[in-house]
């Protein structure tokens, strides 16, 4: 156990409520992903199919709101609505220990936003989590509370470790069925979930979370960092300090992984905003597009090209970014920096960028309690 309470050594038969694993493979994708969400399968006739339950995920981070919605498909579900918004809930939790009154009314509106979809969805079953935000704040419960007494919506303020599970769970079936090990990581907007992954998956079924050999959540996000030293006019000395406060964070973690980078066939994969919109920077995009970047591999060099490119630009630069954009213009290089400290302590020369994590993991965990795939058509 290190100074901040967190357990790095995870048994590999440790259970937890995210321990399930994502989805079996789907078949391979343009860049040769295994995808989990089916959204393409044609709909069987209504009178072959068993009815179906509608499901929805939500998950309300320091800087977005985001929720799906979807129905059990074959070996996994079909997205049926979608919804994300930055509400930036956490703002001001870099040097502070509230949520403040403006953040609070953004994210009530964005939440009942989603009330409303989940309501026209006709949604049975849901999982509603917030993560690091609440944890922290001071009046963390009492907005759980108004949500609950104004909205109907029963939000769950998850643990650490149960964040980082999801995370795993959430991505591990793009990990490379040839690796040994694997550095899983999640940048948020108040916390960095981070794990390692050790030995070689049995097959492709094999629940992930049984591989993990340590785990850590490290007290640092985007926005947080981002408040801490400044994300409109970041300069060369100031990211350096930002990597070197995340290194030193990473410290703990980083000596108990330390021989993960040496297994065969070793890479990172990453799943958040940050390393989605490197992957988007890097295809060139002229609007973001999921289906491209999920999933795909980027070699070390060209992550630094586009690091050095975003550090290179101004602030009304990286705002017209179509993959970044206004709201996100103050916080990409701090995710970056981020990024740059956990190469630094885990050098490999391949990336996989993956655009799912908590919501799907959510997903699927209620769908297997269902039994849903169990007989019926929609086996």
């Known amino acids: 156990m290190d100074a901040r309470g967190i357990v790095l050594t995870v048994k590999a038969d440790a259970t937890t409520d995210a321990g ?5 493979p789907l078949g391979g994708s343009a860049n040769g992903s295994s995808w989990a969400l089916d959204r393409s399968a044609p709909r069987r006739p209504e009178a072959r199919r068993r009815p179906s339950r509608t499901y929805a995920a939500l998950d309300l981070g320091t800087n977005n709101c985001r929720l799906l919605i979807a129905e059990p498909a074959h070996f996994g579900f079909r997205v049926v609505d979608a919804f994300s918004r930055i509400v930036r809930l956490g703002e001001g ?8 009154d403006g953040a609070i009314e953004r994210t009530l509106d964005a939440l009942s936003v989603c009330r409303e979809k989940m309501a026209a969805k006709d949604v049975r079953r849901a999982r509603l989590v917030a993560t690091e935000a609440c944890r922290l704040a001071e009046n963390g419960p009492a907005f759980v509370e108004r949500v609950r007494d104004e909205l109907d919506l029963e939000l769950e303020i998850v643990d650490r470790k149960t964040e980082a599970y999801l995370a795993v769970t959430g991505c591990a079936s793009l990990v490379d069925p040839k690796a040994h090990s694997v550095i899983v990581f999640d940048i948020g907007g108040g916390s960095t979930e981070i794990a390692w992954l050790d030995g070689q998956a049995p097959h492709a079924y094999d629940d992930p979370c049984k591989r993990i050999r340590a785990w850590d959540s ?19 000395e100031s990211f350096e300090g930002m990597v070197e406060e995340v290194s030193e964070l990473l410290m703990d973690f980083a000596l108990v992984a330390a021989q993960a980078g040496r297994a065969q066939n070793f890479h990172l994969l990453g799943t958040s905003g940050t390393v989605t919109t490197v992957g988007g920077i890097h295809l060139g995009l002229a609007r973001y597009d999921r289906r491209r970047v999920d999933g795909m591999w980027m070699r070390h060099g060209e992550i630094s090209t586009v690091m050095q490119r975003l550090l290179h630009s101004n602030f009304r630069q990286r705002a017209e970014n179509p993959c970044i954009g206004k709201e996100r213009a103050d916080l990409v290089l701090a995710g970056c920096a ?42």
């Open 93 to 100: 939790l870099g040097l502070g220990n509230r949520l403040s």
């Open 338 to 379: 981020i990024l740059e400290a956990i190469r630094r302590a885990f050098p490999s020369e391949r990336l996989r960028i993956a655009d799912r994590g908590l919501r799907e993991g959510m997903l699927m965990k209620m769908m297997r309690e269902d039994s849903v795939w169990r007989g019926g058509s929609q086996r």
């Open 20 to 24: 399930d694993r994502l989805a079996e």
């Open 218 to 236: 490290l007290p640092v996000g985007v926005v947080t960092l981002a408040e801490r030293h400044g994300g409109i006019d970041v300069t060369p």
